[in-house]
């Protein structure tokens, strides 16, 4: 918990185009969108109006979450360095995220 990165994203379903995923914390519609750990089984999502009106409707229909374990020895929190370049998981995007751990597997895989 002190040493990995937890990225929570939200997800809109607006009709039938494609999903918006967005990483939290997010600020839309005058509401802002955040999370926090509270202890190891607990991440607690929460939604706050900007103006102190209620909040509505929210925006997000659900969430998902990703838990990189830490201690490593490449990692430095939220940014990691592998193979000369610099990593920052808190400015990619959900589907940047999977692609790199989806492809970090496979070499692991080759490896063994």
């Given at each position: 918990?002190?040493?990995?990165?937890?990225?929570?994203?939200g997800?809109?379903?607006?009709?039938?185009?494609?999903?918006?995923?967005?990483?939290?914390?997010?600020?839309?519609?005058?509401?802002?969108?955040?999370?926090r750990?509270?202890?190891?089984?607990?991440?607690?999502?929460?939604?706050?109006?900007?103006?102190?009106?209620?909040?509505?409707?929210?925006?997000?229909?659900?969430?998902?979450?990703?838990?990189?374990?830490?201690?490593?020895?490449?990692?430095?929190?939220?940014?990691?360095?592998?193979?000369?370049?610099?990593?920052?998981?808190?400015?990619?995007?959900?589907?940047?995220?999977?692609?790199?751990?989806?492809?970090?597997?496979?070499?692991?895989?080759e490896?063994?």
């Amino acid at each position: 918990m002190n040493q990995g990165v937890v990225l929570v994203f939200g997800r809109n379903l607006p009709g039938l185009s494609s999903p918006d995923i967005m990483q939290l914390p997010f600020i839309t519609g005058g509401n802002f969108y955040s999370f926090r750990i509270e202890d190891p089984e607990v991440l607690r999502i929460t939604i706050s109006s900007l103006d102190g009106t209620s909040v509505g409707t929210p925006f997000f229909e659900d969430y998902r979450y990703i838990i990189i374990p830490g201690g490593q020895p490449a990692d430095t929190g939220d940014t990691v360095t592998i193979k000369g370049e610099q990593l920052d998981y808190s400015k990619m995007s959900y589907q940047e995220i999977i692609t790199h751990f989806r492809s970090e597997e496979r070499r692991c895989r080759e490896r063994v």
